[in-house]
């Protein structure tokens, strides 16, 4: 018998226009991917394409163990998405000190679907997004009883020109080593991920 495929959404938690969110999660996927075991893989959820209105369920989410229990078809769709991935990477941008509205949002459409699977947490922004992760973390431990792995990386804006160019959407201009050290606090939070997920 084959093991199990666990899909890890990779969630862009921005989705203003422009954006550079694209940017951060083309950086974490290229580097994540050659550490993904036979069994797992990387799948794209992005917010300004699953779009949901500001929550709208009559129902209490935590009570809906089933799609079908859901009033509206854009719920229905959100919870079937979120319900077919065994993880989650969440790549937040930080808006005065706290994480998006369209983030908060479309986490609290629902329950069943995110509770207790493992999560990881990259912020980054001119000051790197630790404010915006606390926070999120804070969500998905105590709210969604997720397993959010220890590290958590937070990705800084390296000059004044970068985060212009961030801010508007443009490839940014980063030197050569730019977050390696960011980037090694994201493999060992996805390695840990992934032991998480070996072991359910």
Not at 5 to 30: A, D
Not at 34 to 50: A, G, M, V
Not at 57 to 69: F, M, Q, R, V
Request: proline share 6%; hydrophobic share 40%; aromatic share 8%.
């Amino acid at each position: 018998m084959s093991p199990k495929l666990h899909k890890i959404g990779v969630i862009l938690g921005s989705t203003r226009s422009p954006r550079v969110c694209p940017q951060i999660v083309t950086f974490i996927t290229e580097m994540l991917t050659p550490l993904l075991s036979p069994n797992t893989e990387l799948s794209i959820i992005d917010l300004s394409i699953n779009t949901l209105p500001l929550f709208d369920e009559p129902g209490i989410p935590a009570k809906i163990t089933s799609s079908n229990d859901y009033a509206h078809t854009h719920t229905q769709a959100w919870s079937e998405l979120i319900s077919s991935h065994s993880a989650f990477i969440f790549i937040t941008p930080q808006y005065n000190w706290g994480y998006p509205a369209s983030l908060k949002n479309a986490l609290d459409y629902l329950y069943n679907e995110w509770k207790g699977k493992p999560a990881m947490i990259i912020s980054y922004g001119g000051h790197g997004g630790n404010h915006a992760a606390a926070q999120l973390r804070i969500v998905l431990e105590g709210g969604f009883k997720m397993k959010v792995v220890k590290e958590m990386s937070a990705l800084t804006f390296p000059s004044k020109e970068a985060t212009g160019q961030a801010f508007k959407g443009e490839q940014m201009d980063l030197p050569e080593g730019t977050w390696e050290k960011e980037g090694e606090d994201a493999k060992r939070g996805f390695q840990e991920m992934l032991k998480m997920l070996e072991e359910a």
